[in-house]
T-cell receptor, first 111, second 115 residues
Framework: DQQVKQNSPSLSVQEGRISILNCDYT??????FLWYKKYPAEGPTFLIS?????DKNEDGRFTVFLNKSAKHLSLHIVPSQPGDSAVYFC??????????FGGGTRLMVKP | GAGVSQSPSNKVTEKGKDVELRCDPI?????LYWYRQSLGQGLEFLIY????????KSGLPSDRFSAERTGGSVSTLTIQRTQQEDSAVYLC?????????????FGPGTRLTVL
């Protein structure tokens, strides 16, 4: 049973527009959430995180929103750039333990 | 400084053979993790090491999988009697300490193909 799900395997967005990547989770014990970005033939790199005591965290063009009642989080990238094209993984943890990852969403930003 | 390195980058083996995958973590990082990513799937946790503590092996899928970490640095993941379903990208990560709040730095992975 997947505890972290990314239901959209891919997303295509025009350069300059907003990219919204979604993630749903089932474990109510999750209290920390992260987004990782992965380019082909490279390992994932940390992008942004959010604690369950917050509902929003912003870092430059990247903002993560958390809706605990819906067990849903999203990553907003605005404006999107071609270099943002990658696979994005959502991850969650409970009480500082291991990360549980979603299946990833491939973002393609068209020039 | 150098990041996490893994070797080999690609490994093709025949079903039933044993394979060893190597990970060199970032110097000074006490925590080391192994994950695998099967085709179209997310990252699946396998095992992690924290300092001299006993490793958390809770993610290993079968007893054919084992891992060691020598001297608190280099780690080797061994898969015995490989099966086709073991085909995946095996990723290693390290962090200064264990725990999700410490950023994990990933290596480029080893792509394992079992024929």
């Amino acid at each position: 049973d997947q505890q972290v799900k990314q239901n959209s395997p891919s997303l295509s967005v025009q350069e300059g527009r907003i990219s919204i990547l979604n993630c749903d989770y089932t474990n109510s014990m999750f209290d920390y959430f992260l987004w990782y970005k992965k380019y082909p033939a490279e390992g994932p790199t940390f992008l942004i995180s959010i604690s369950s005591i917050k509902d929003k965290n912003e870092d430059g063009r990247f903002t993560v929103f958390l809706n605990k009642s819906a067990k849903h989080l999203s990553l907003h990238i605005v404006p999107s750039q071609p270099g943002d094209s990658a696979v994005y993984f959502c991850a969650a943890s409970a009480l500082g333990n291991m990360l549980t990852f979603g299946g990833g969403t491939r973002l393609m930003v068209k020039p | 400084g150098a990041g996490v390195s893994q070797s080999p980058s690609n490994k093709v083996t025949e079903k039933g053979k044993d394979v060893e995958l190597r990970c060199d973590p970032i110097s000074g990082h006490t925590a080391l993790y192994w994950y695998r990513q099967s085709l179209g799937q997310g990252l699946e946790f396998l095992i992690y090491f924290q300092g001299n503590s006993a490793p958390d092996k809770s993610g290993l899928p079968s007893d054919r999988f084992s891992a060691e970490r020598t001297g608190g640095s280099v780690s080797t993941l061994t898969i015995q009697r490989t099966q086709q379903e073991d085909s995946a990208v095996y990723l290693c990560a390290s962090s200064q300490e264990a725990g999700s709040r410490n950023e994990q730095f990933f290596g480029p992975g080893t792509r394992l193909t079992v024929l």
